[in-house]
């Protein structure tokens, strides 16, 4: 039996405990509330993105009020807990805010560049798809080249495409 690379630290005190019931809520399209549970003497609170982990708050609170966030986005955020010098493992959590209402006049080109495709929703058993033309000719779109398609294998079923929330 070999063993290798063996590091003993001293600790400044009991075992920093990461916090535990994570939980995101009041979330809306520019905020949100983070909430945990834990036993330590102040926590830090960290954006954390693909490529970067950003520092954001170092507080005594078990919760957190995010405020500047973009609608229709995805996010992830991590709190540890601070025990003197010590630090706990980072607990993270994922969301996402809602979209926006859109004001009229509205009009949706369903083209890549459109920022409301994903506010889009279906009611009944079909998908739906953004495409070219739709599934019995090749017809154009009204604007652009890129329209939507909705399909279900189904007779007699309805589906409805369901627009974002409109604002007049």
Request: glycine share 10%.
């Amino acid at each position: 039996l070999h063993i290798d690379n063996i590091s003993i630290d001293e600790s400044t005190g009991d075992i920093c405990y990461a916090p535990t019931s994570l939980a995101v809520s009041n979330i809306t399209e520019t905020g949100a509330t983070l909430t945990w549970d834990g036993t330590a003497n102040s926590y830090n609170v960290y954006a954390i993105t693909a490529t970067d982990t950003a520092f954001v708050q170092n507080g005594t609170n078990t919760s957190f009020t995010i405020t500047g966030l973009n609608a229709m986005s995805n996010y992830t955020y991590g709190v540890e807990s601070v025990c003197g010098s010590d630090l706990s493992n980072i607990v993270t959590i994922s969301f996402s805010t809602p979209c926006t209402a859109v004001d009229l006049p509205y009009t949706e080109t369903f083209e890549a560049t459109s920022g409301s495709i994903a506010c889009w929703t279906t009611d009944g058993p079909g998908n739906w798809t953004v495409g070219t033309g739709d599934n019995s000719s090749t017809t154009g779109a009204f604007e652009g080249s890129l329209n939507a398609k909705i399909t279900h294998g189904s007779t007699g079923d309805a589906t409805k495409l369901i627009s974002p929330v409109l604002d007049n």
